[in-house]
């Protein structure tokens, strides 16, 4: 594929392995042995969790900035560019490179079948180890034990929320679903549990391996207050570091002490300046993200499961709108809608959802629609496509207004391009 355009790789690779999905680490440790990648020469930070993990790697990457550390950043899905999976100091890497690291792969994997997580997952370490960077961070896409990033061995494993999620794949409670996402553990090595309520199996997990194991609420804490936050984290030579208080941002509490934490463990110490600066900059796209454009508010959120619409929604408590709040919300027909709708009980005045033709995971305006009607919702209105719904809500508002944009990556990155042409016109 000489001379392929980055849009025509990435179509190759959609059709090369015959599942989208195909847990296991044999296919992509048997190619990454022929590309010598591992180990890996720098320290890793692996993050696993059913919420929560793109935050924490911004914090780290902001962070780590301002410390004049390099990180090499693998994230999954994209909104909008798959360049924004491979990231080098938080800057996406161009087509040129993604293309050179697919070529090499290619070169290699002989009659080996990757999936597309896995071919992005090579192409950022071969990316990693050209760029020479001081830090890697990598996000599982999907549980743990089986993700294609699980071929490296992290220096600190980060286990952010567990939640309901993909249980065709991870299981059908919160215990297997744990004991999935503690197969990012290594023996002996550090680990910092975000989750508040750990399940017994991720504990027994942590055991088995004799894990240096951080465990929020017991090993460090967060204090929370009205709109802001505060937190003692644990150091290596044993006295607990103050982190002092803080207004609550966009990105939650209890992942940002768990990016610090995390990095404490490395024995990397930031100043309280360093920090600061980096809270200033920490903006993920889609993640609670607030705009104002023409005097109207626009809150776009990935929540895609009824624990990130919960955290969605204390969000929006704490940052109360003055006039009418609307939604946008368009789901997988694979995830818990009732309940993600359930949770949203009295809280839009009006709801706007579509179909999405181009999405097969989709689920269908219509069935959307009749479940808000089951819910007791009124106001519903159903759309052929995000945009044309996107521009309805917005036809009925009026300067004050909020529009809430949630349901699932693909609704989100449907829309921040329209509000970007907006806001480009002023």
């Known amino acids: 594929m000489s001379k392929s355009t980055l849009a025509q790789w990435l179509q190759r690779l959609e059709l090369l392995h015959p599942s989208e999905i195909d847990l296991g680490l044999d296919r992509v440790s048997a190619v ?9 020469s720098q320290e890793v930070i692996s ?35 798959f360049n924004e999976r491979i990231r080098i100091a938080g800057v996406e890497v161009d087509d040129a490179e993604i293309i050179r690291a697919f070529e090499q792969i290619e070169a290699v994997r002989g009659d080996i079948s990757l999936t597309y997580f896995e071919f992005a997952t090579l192409a950022a370490l071969e990316i990693f180890r050209q760029r020479k960077v001081d830090v890697v961070i990598l996000e599982v896409g999907l549980g743990g034990r089986l993700d294609a990033v699980n071929i490296v061995d992290a220096s600190v494993a980060v286990i952010t929320s567990i939640d309901l999620d993909h249980q065709e794949w ?15 553990l290594r023996s002996g090595q550090y680990a910092v549990i975000a989750e508040v309520d750990p399940p017994d199996s991720l504990r027994e997990a942590a055991n088995e391996l004799a894990c240096k194991a951080y465990y929020s609420t017991e090993d460090y804490q967060l204090e929370r207050g009205s709109g802001s936050w505060s937190a003692q984290l644990c150091t290596l030579d044993g006295p607990k570091r103050q982190i002092p208080r803080t207004q609550t941002g966009s990105v939650l509490p209890d992942n940002i002490a768990a990016a610090l934490q995390s990095l404490l463990l490395l024995g990397r110490e930031f100043s309280d300046t360093q920090l600061s600066r980096a809270l200033e900059n920490v903006q993920l796209r889609g993640r609670r993200e607030l705009q104002t454009i023409a005097g109207r508010e626009y809150l776009l959120d990935v929540a895609h499961n009824p624990a990130s619409v919960n955290k969605l929604l204390e969000y929006i408590d704490v940052t109360p709108c003055n006039k009418r709040v609307i939604a946008i919300f368009s789901a997988m027909a694979d995830k818990e809608y009732a309940e993600m709708i359930r949770a949203c009980a009295g809280r839009f005045e009006a709801w706007f959802t579509a179909d999405q033709p181009a999405n097969p995971r989709a689920a269908s305006g219509s069935d959307i629609a009749a479940q808000l009607r089951r819910e007791g919702v009124e106001r519903v209105s159903v759309s052929k496509n995000i945009r044309q719904a996107f521009r309805r809500a917005q036809s009925v508002m009026a300067e004050g207004d909020r529009l809430v944009v949630f349901g699932s990556f693909y609704t989100v990155a449907d829309v921040l391009p329209l509000l970007d042409k907006d806001r480009a016109k002023g």
């Open 32 to 40: 990454a042995d022929k590309m010598q990648l591992l180990p890996l």
């Open 47 to 81: 993050i696993a969790g059913t919420n929560g993990k793109g935050s924490t790697v911004a914090v780290l990457e902001a962070v780590l900035a301002e410390m004049n550390c390099v990180t090499g950043s693998c994230t999954s899905p994209h909104l909008l560019r």
């Open 170 to 184: 991870l299981g059908e409670s919160r215990e297997k679903i744990a004991r999935e996402k503690a197969g990012i």
